[in-house]
């Protein structure tokens, strides 16, 4: 059992125990994250005086080895070993030696292992970060291309008021924006570096952090000790952000299986997005927007599990953050998997906007709009609000629509109905006249697609 304690024992781990307490099955992941660091920490004890620069030259070389090996396949990672440092170091002391035994001065496994999740989270906040932003190009070019595109907005799943293709993506748009700010919020916060903390109380070697945290690409290093080794708040923030994404996608998943549902037929889902039955040869299954709103609660799972398995931890290290990996690990895969295919489900997705713009006419969206009509007319509001809603009830008895009615059956509602009802209550007119910022006008929509097109080439990552 390859491992990295032992001395005051006097006998084995029972196999069971040591299978049960091992990590190296998933925090193998970490390889990558485990060699930067030691590559830093032992170029800072070389700098400190703490290790001679041949011994340090030689451990570098023989990390550089190991890491080389493993990546090219010739090197397995050999998971007889308790965990990740173990076998690094085990494979390392193998190759050079007494020199290898050095390269844990300084160090504990729990700054060790806080800071390998610390650099492993913050790259994958990075690319979280990257493929939203991969996602709001898709999104702003269905915007640029749909300002005309009429459809119906809704409220309750019920049809309320006529609004554009481009107003409707712009909501998305907006919320993943605020998913990228949020990764920027985490990367800021969790910038800094843990190496050094020990196992708890620091070191009474002179290690200088702010060189390895500067090494290390970091802001600086912790503050306490104490925390540094003790804490996953970074990571619980990273999970509560990766869920509102979640939350996000399968929001707009329920709204494309909807769109694309045999009632709706708002969209079509291109073939290599979709899949079938195997027994209704007829079937064509939005299943890539359904993985996405189902593997929801798997993140929201991690979370969950994160929070509890930190709620009664007392200070400092305990075992059970061990239980921080797994989750995290599955988490941002599936977060990433899911931005990655949803993004190009969305590129490829075709609208039909004919049948959009006459769901949009046949929802009754027009009536509040009918409603503004009578206030312009003198009407108060409130009497204007009880006409229309007659003159609904009396369309639908009818099977027909406000702007199909004769202009004598509107006057029989109401005698302050003229012409220019109809202008009033048409798609174009109820939608372009609302020119706030933020509504659904073409002119409005213009000015916040030019804002967003501002944002998106911006030189700068919304991460560091």
């Known amino acids: 059992m390859a491992q990295l304690w032992g001395g005051r024992f006097t006998k084995e781990t029972d196999q069971m125990v040591y299978d049960f307490n091992a990590s190296i099955g998933f925090d ?46 010739t090197l397995e990672i050999d998971e007889t070993c308790e965990d990740i440092h173990s076998f690094v170091e085990a494979e390392l002391i193998r190759r050079i030696g007494d020199a290898g035994k050095k390269l844990h001065t300084g160090r504990s496994r729990n700054d060790q292992v806080a800071l390998d999740m610390r650099l492993y989270a913050r790259k994958h906040v990075t690319e979280v970060d990257g493929l939203l932003k991969e996602l709001l190009t898709v999104i ?25 293709l481009a107003h409707h993506y712009g909501a998305y748009f907006e919320m993943f924006k605020r998913d990228r700010q949020r990764m920027s919020d985490i990367y800021e916060r969790m910038n800094y570096c843990p190496l050094g903390a020990g196992a708890l109380a620091g070191t009474t070697y002179p290690l200088d952090r702010e060189c390895t945290a500067s ?25 509560a952000a990766l869920s509102t994404v979640m939350m996000h996608l399968s929001r707009f998943s329920e709204e494309i299986i909807i769109w694309n549902s045999n009632e709706y037929q708002f969209v079509e889902i291109d073939d290599a997005y979709s899949t079938g039955s195997s027994i209704m040869p007829q079937k064509k299954n939005p299943d890539i927007a359904e993985l996405v709103r189902g593997k929801t609660g798997r993140v929201y799972g991690a979370l969950m599990s994160l929070l509890t398995t930190m709620k009664g931890i007392p200070l400092a290290y305990n075992k059970d953050m061990q239980e921080d990996k797994e989750l995290t690990f599955d988490a941002i895969d599936t977060v990433e998997n899911c931005v990655t295919l949803f993004t190009g489900m969305l590129r490829t997705m075709k609208f039909r906007k004919e049948r959009m713009a006459a769901s949009a006419m046949n929802g009754f969206t027009n009536a509040t709009d009918a409603a503004d009509y009578l206030v312009g007319k003198g009407v108060p509001f409130r009497d204007a609000h009880s006409i229309i809603g007659r003159l ?17 059956e509107l006057r029989g509602i109401s005698d302050k109905f003229e012409e ?31 804002k967003h097109k501002e944002y998106l080439a911006e030189e700068k990552s919304q991460t560091k």
């Open 140 to 164: 702003l070019t269905v915007m640029e291309e749909n300002t005309g595109t009429y459809m119906p907005g809704f409220t309750h799943l019920q049809k309320a008021q006529p609004v554009t």
């Open 28 to 73: 193998k992941r970490l390889f990558h994250e485990d060699i930067e660091g030691s590559v830093a920490h032992v170029t800072m004890l070389a700098k400190q005086g703490i290790l001679t620069e041949g011994e340090r030259d030689k451990i570098l070389e023989g990390l550089s080895g190991i890491r080389r090996d493993v990546d090219d396949g």
């Open 420 to 450: 220019d009802i109809y202008m009033a209550v048409s798609l174009e007119t109820c939608v372009e006249k609302r020119l706030t910022i933020g509504g659904p006008g073409p002119e409005a929509m213009r000015k916040v697609i030019e």
């Open 215 to 239: 090494l290390l690409g970091f802001a600086g290093p912790t503050l306490n000790s104490m925390d540094s080794v003790s804490d996953r708040d970074y990571l619980i923030e990273f999970l």
């Open 392 to 408: 609904v009830l009396y369309c639908v008895e009818k099977g027909t629509s406000i702007d199909r009615l004769s202009l004598d």
